[in-house]
């Protein structure tokens, strides 16, 4: 039956003729000269012109089959002689890759035996067919541009995992990757490829010469003078390391890039291929030609004008053609050949709606004359030759080609009938169709036109030292460059849009849900298919051939936003009561009521089976979800035995191992495949192999109160609902509003658009951000050449000529890649891309919102949509600027506190479980409290939230991850700390102030507002500060001991005398060891500053403790780091790579930060406190303090005088980031303590051993335990109840402590006795 959409229905049945004038009018009967007319005219002879008519046969129906026979009966000599074997060639006729015997390594094999992939180090196979004599052409069709090695090879070649095709004698390979060719030896060769090319291999065994061409033009003769004689035949080879995928084509269908003089190794199908030719000539001549029965003659017509009227006399002349027709068609060779080339040519030749009616009229023609399975066949070879022709096109100037194909393919998706066919059978399970959404960048800009359309280049010019900007003035002739290449941009990116524009046509015909006549309708079955492409993707994630390629996925994911945002939309105009897209999200019930699959995704409360479980009373009363407690107890067992069950027979596959030579017939999965776009279902290995059992299938969605059906199962009413029954929406919350946001197919589409933003596409979006940044490095390469050109002296003639030389270079470099960066911006980081990211963003965080609103159910939620939250964000932040700033985004601010709001909320949220989102979030938000914009976002959320928020960062560190915590207390600290305003590390700055590669930190934005939330916690809480404080003393106390152990490995391996690395892990641990004990020393200064009562207000229970601990580990800090020749000292000056951030600047100034806090800006009594606490410790060096200063340590007694070059550390050397004001503040505190020191030393009094504390033998005993009755200092007691409540010596538990002084003790016990 023929589609509504192509034009009239018509059944087969049989058409009788009548000579009955009247019925003329009526049914199209027509006169016997007339039809004899006609028929001539139709199934003219190519050998014979326009005879007269009285010379003719008189042609009927009667007499027309044998006509017809005469008519293709002209080629059937050649077709004897081109079975015959040709000479020149041996082996079979139809050429194939050899998977029996003719290949080394581990491969994956198409179906029709032309594609391969490679699945090991450096796989090699080679073709069934050699030749021996003759000019002989193969084309491979280039998948990726790895590294491979394709040519020709002797049966005699021995390859292995390291050497390929090239690589031995009689072997000759062109390597597009490294730009080379092989014969033994190797040299440089031809051009680089790029996936979406076809290398030609030629080779001439007449003269002895072989050659390639890429995209039919020729590399040049690549090898001269090859062995010919008795036993030297050469097979079609190649050689591919892992991940690499090509197609060859021996012959198969018709080459692309046919070189005059040289055969394909496989012969077309010559007498096929001239039938199918006459019949489509006779096909054409009915299309152009009508009978007008009334006046008795024979109408010319516009093919496009041309229509079936269900005259008799047209549908049995048809019929007769399909007779003959139809076989032909379900042929590779012929359906490209000849069918495609039709097609195109109507494409071409008029406007696209005369071109899509031509193209109805064609398939409703085949539909109605041919049987299903021949249509079937030939839509399968045509949309298969379509997408290769559209994928291996090169890139021309106006994409012509590009626009050609997919003109055709929106042609033939637009007849309803074969698009449910094509949708169903063949779009998802055969083809990579995504290919088609795809535009391909080119490698070579030139042969692209690229340097027609952007004559001039530009390239943004940016100061290479960060930290001092340098704001440069635009030239006017830089001026002038930037706007023609603007220009030459503008008019790229509206080609380009004409063919993104054609693949959203696409998407709309596949979303289209108004074709159910007769069927299911268009976009339920493309949710299917798509889901199963998701799953496909998300499962196969680190398997790289099942993978769709994130380039592809990153267009997929554009068009299908328009093509979504386009039918959401469009349903709000005729539904005013649901919304606009603007204001899509995703609702809560679609994650917990089983009716969307999302496989084996983790959710935000773990695992979906657990979750089930343990919020089945939730689901029930919340949701009006019940869960069958049997198919819950299966579930749960399920999950337990995942690996002893065994999968169900249909899904069983032979998993033994294979013998050399086997082949295992895979699962079929989407992606499998390379670009012959067919299944591979060989697996070839030349070693004994054992494939892992495959996955287990998904179970059953849970049983609710509605019926859950697999996506294969649903039928419309099953998503979009019904009158009683709401479909993907079931079990809706009571903080739902119960009005529609869309159709709920539109729900599932948008909810699939998210989760591929997370599987690939945000890595593809950085990944590309490469260009740009090879941009930038070659520009400041060019500037520096420049400046040296300038500043060489002119009678250094050979420096200038190496200078000029590099200068060129860098130019063309940069010629190159701003074309490159011009093509990218415009496919990749357009404003319109830039908008649908932003959407998705929003998307997102309604969704969060919403799903929050729910309670213990926001458990359910995938964790992806946190992740895309996230990743979106950075994306628009970092990935499209500079040309395209998110602020410029309508509601920026908006949607950047909303962001800000979760993040604060849910960073420290108990239903997340996930190790991976939890700390994802942790580094989202310090992140986002490091610039400016972001931050005020944060300071914009509800103060109730943000109080929450800094209580959370409050909390205890031990059992979170509280390295990520202290970083972002830190960021709100920074530009208000001692010396704490550099964006680069000083130190690095003064001993190499030109590097511009030197790490560098976000500029200070401090935030007084969430320092003063953090302030009143710490002062009003009485359990928050001592928690919190001894947690940052304890982390404090190993993060600095862990970094001292690590800098003796290191410096005990550096002055070995063998010849010895230091393993950059541990350069790299080490370094993290000291930035975090800087950080967690920042962290201490802030909240002295803050709250300085915590540890000076002695009234408080821990504060004395608290500043005992404290002054322990600055004494600790500044011994270790000031001491003249010391570790720390010899180690930094060996300026390890890897170890650049460890230096004596960081580490100092945030401890005299501390000091001069507690002993300069303190009250009175505070500063007595901390001065008489830092003094009695027994670590306390005065030559400490000095040191910070510059006054070395006086020599010891019998030790050598040190050099009088060697300079000291100082910090009056770094007035650039310490004023005067400070300084002025550290020589106060030296003077202080130095004057301090002397009356604490003639004050002290001699106090016997044992009489001091037995824990730290610095403070005099103070304390006694009770019941155990042992004793201690109070410090050390103190400190160790905050951890541990077991007595020091007898590990008894310790209920009390009590004072203890020696005369009042020793007094109560004479008055006793």
Not at 206 to 223: P, Q
Not at 904 to 933: E, W
Not at 1063 to 1083: E, G, I, N
């Amino acid at each position: 039956m023929a589609s509504k959409e192509g034009g009239m229905a018509f059944s087969r049945k049989s058409y009788k003729l009548t000579s009955d004038a009247e019925k003329s009018r009526v049914t199209g009967i027509v006169h016997e000269k007339l039809l004899n007319d006609y028929l001539h005219r139709v199934f003219s002879s190519p050998d014979h012109g326009p005879a007269a008519a009285t010379s003719r046969k008189p042609l009927n129906f009667q007499n027309l089959p044998e006509h017809l026979d005469q008519l293709l009966h002209v080629d059937d000599e050649e077709e004897e002689e081109s079975q015959e074997q040709v000479e020149g060639r041996l082996g079979p006729s139809t050429v194939v890759l050899d998977h029996t015997g003719g290949f080394e390594g581990l491969l994956l094999v198409d179906d029709d035996l032309l594609g391969v992939i490679g699945h090991s180090n450096f796989g090699t196979i080679r073709s069934t067919t050699c030749v021996y004599k003759g000019k002989w052409i193969y084309e491979v069709l280039i998948s990726s541009q790895g590294l491979m090695q394709i040519g020709w090879c002797t049966i005699n070649c021995r390859f292995n995992q390291e050497e390929g095709v090239g690589d031995t004698h009689n072997s000759y390979a062109y390597d597009g990757n490294r730009v080379r060719k092989w014969n033994v030896t190797t040299t440089n060769y031809g051009k680089a490829w790029a996936a979406g090319d076809i290398v030609s291999c030629l080779i001439d065994l007449d003269e002895g010469t072989l050659s390639f061409s890429l995209n039919g033009v020729s590399l040049g003769t690549a090898f001269e003078n090859l062995s010919r004689g008795l036993g030297m035949a050469y097979f079609p080879a190649i050689s591919l390391s892992f991940k690499e995928s090509v197609a060859f084509n021996f012959g198969s269908r018709p080459l692309r890039y046919p070189v005059a003089g040289y055969r394909p190794l496989q012969d077309p199908p010559s007498a096929d291929l001239a039938r199918a030719q006459r019949l489509l000539g006779c096909f054409r001549a009915a299309l152009s030609v009508e009978l007008d029965p009334v006046e008795g003659r024979l109408v010319e017509k516009e093919t496009s004008e041309w229509r079936l009227q269900g005259q008799p006399t047209i549908l049995l002349t048809l019929a007769h053609i399909f007779h003959h027709f139809a076989p032909l068609l379900r042929e590779v060779y012929v359906v490209e050949a000849v069918l495609m080339s039709f097609l195109l040519g109507v494409v071409e030749a008029g406007s696209p709606e005369q071109a899509q009616t031509v193209v109805h009229q064609v398939l409703d023609l085949l539909w109605l004359f041919m049987e299903d399975y021949e249509v079937q066949d030939c839509l399968k070879q045509l949309l298969m030759s379509l997408l290769r022709l559209y994928r291996f096109s090169p890139i021309v100037p106006d994409l012509s080609l590009q626009i050609r194909y997919l003109r055709l393919t929106i042609a033939i998706l637009s007849h309803q009938k074969s698009r449910k066919f094509l949708l169903s059978n063949v779009l998802f399970d055969v083809l990579r169709s995504v290919v088609f959404f795809y535009i391909k960048s080119p490698l070579r800009v030139e042969e692209a036109g690229l340097q027609e359309l952007i004559p001039t280049t530009w390239w943004p010019h940016r100061s290479p030292r960060e930290g001092k900007e340098e704001v440069k003035e635009e030239t006017s002739e830089e001026r002038l460059r930037r706007r023609a290449y603007e220009r030459g941009c503008q008019r790229l990116k509206k080609r380009i849009e004409v063919v993104e524009e054609l693949q959203v046509q696409i998407l709309k015909l596949l979303l289209n849900n108004k074709d159910d006549n007769g069927g299911e309708a268009s976009r339920y079955i493309f949710l299917t298919k798509f889901r199963k492409f998701l799953q496909e993707n998300a499962s196969g994630r680190g398997n790289t051939p099942m993978l769709c390629p994130p380039e592809y996925m990153v267009c997929f994911l554009h068009r299908l936003i328009s093509a979504l945002r386009f039918y959401w939309d469009e349903y709000k105009a005729s539904n005013p009561r649901t919304s606009f897209s603007e204001e899509a999200y995703v609702p809560p019930q679609i994650f917990y009521n089983g009716k969307v699959d999302y496989f084996d995704l983790q959710r935000l409360g773990g695992l979906l089976s657990h979750l089930r479980k343990t919020l089945k009373d939730d689901l029930a009363s919340k949701a009006n979800i019940l869960i069958d407690p049997l198919e819950l107890q299966a579930t749960t067992m399920d999950d337990l035995d995942e690996d002893e069950e065994p999968a169900p027979a249909a899904a069983q596959r032979p998993m033994q191992a294979l013998a050399v030579g086997g082949a295992l017939p895979l699962p079929r999965p989407g992606w499998l495949s390379s670009p012959t776009l067919g299944r591979a279902n060989r697996f070839l290995s030349t070693a004994a192999v054992t494939l892992m059992t495959p996955r287990r299938p998904l179970s059953a969605s849970e049983k609710v109160k509605v019926r859950t059906l697999s996506a294969e199962q649903r039928t419309r009413e099953d998503i979009e609902g019904s009158q009683w029954n709401e479909g993907l929406l079931v079990g809706r919350p009571p903080e739902e509003p119960d009005q529609p946001l869309t159709e709920n197919s539109l729900l599932e589409v948008l909810d699939g658009a998210v989760m591929m933003y997370n599987l690939s596409v945000h890595q593809q979006l950085g990944k590309m951000v490469g260009v740009s940044d090879d941009v930038n490095e070659y520009a400041m390469a060019l500037r520096d050449t420049e400046d040296k050109l300038r500043r060489c002296p002119k009678r250094r003639k050979d420096i200038l000529a190496e200078l000029t030389k590099s200068q060129k270079v860098f130019s063309e470099k940069l010629d190159h890649l701003s074309r490159r960066l011009a093509w990218v911006h415009a496919t990749v980081y357009s404003q319109e891309k830039m908008q649908d990211i932003y959407w998705l963003l929003r998307v997102c965080l309604r969704t969060i919102e919403h799903g929050d609103r729910t309670g213990s159910l926001f458990a359910f939620m995938p964790e992806f949509y946190l992740s895309v939250a996230i990743n979106s964000y950075s994306a628009l932040k970092n990935y499209f600027g500079p040309v395209h700033s998110m602020e410029e985004l309508p509601g920026y601010e908006e949607t950047l506190t909303r962001l800000a709001a979760i993040l604060a909320k849910h960073f420290a949220d108990t239903r997340i479980v996930g190790t991976d989102i939890r700390d994802s979030l942790m580094q989202a938000l310090a992140s986002y409290v490091c610039y400016p914009n972001s931050l005020r976002a944060v300071e914009r959320i509800p103060e109730e939230q943000r109080i929450a928020m800094v209580k959370n960062l409050l909390a205890p560190y031990e059992q979170r991850p509280w390295a990520q915590t202290n970083w972002i207390l830190v960021r709100l600290w920074r530009g208000c700390g001692f010396g704490y305003r550099y964006t680069r590390l000083p130190h690095l700055l003064k001993t190499k102030p030109e590097d511009a590669s030197l790490p560098s930190l976000q500029k200070p934005c401090p935030s007084t507002l969430l320092q003063q939330h953090m302030a009143d916690l710490l002062r009003e809480g009485s359990d928050v500060a001592p928690s919190f404080l001894n947690s940052v003393l304890n982390q404090l106390n190993w993060a600095f001991s862990e970094f001292i152990g690590m800098i003796q490995e290191i410096h005990q391996a550096a002055e070995r005398l063998e010849r010895n690395f230091v393993d950059s892990r541990q350069l790299k641990v080490c370094a993290t060891c000291f930035d975090l004990s800087v950080s967690l020393l920042r962290v201490l200064e802030m909240t002295i500053t803050l709250v300085p009562e915590i540890f000076l207000d002695w009234a408080r229970p821990t504060s004395e403790m608290l500043l005992r601990r404290l002054a322990q580990l600055l004494n600790q800090v500044l011994n270790r780091v000031t001491a003249e020749r010391n570790l720390f000292d010899r180690v930094v000056t060996l300026r390890l790579p890897g170890l650049e951030s460890v230096d004596h600047y960081p580490i100092l100034v945030a401890v005299t930060g501390i000091l001069v806090r507690l002993l300069v800006h303190g009250p009175a009594s505070g500063t007595e406190k901390a001065t008489s606490v830092l003094l009695a410790d027994p670590c306390f060096q005065l030559r400490s303090i000095s040191y910070l200063l510059g006054q070395p340590e006086p020599p010891a007694p019998g030790t050598a005088l040190p050099a009088p070059d060697r300079k000291h550390f100082s910090l009056q050397s770094y007035t650039d980031y310490i004023n005067v004001e400070e300084l002025a503040q550290v020589e106060q505190m030296l003077a202080h303590l130095t004057s301090a020191s002397a009356q604490a030393a003639a004050a002290s009094l001699p106090t016997s051993e044992e009489d001091l504390c037995p824990i730290c033998y610095a403070h005099p005993i103070s304390a006694v335990f009770q019941p155990c009755g042992h004793k201690s200092c109070k410090a050390c007691i103190d400190q160790h109840l905050m951890n541990n409540k077991d007595c020091f010596f007898c590990k008894a538990t310790i209920v009390s402590v009590e004072d203890w002084d020696k005369a009042a003790n020793a007094s109560a016990t004479s008055s006793a006795a």
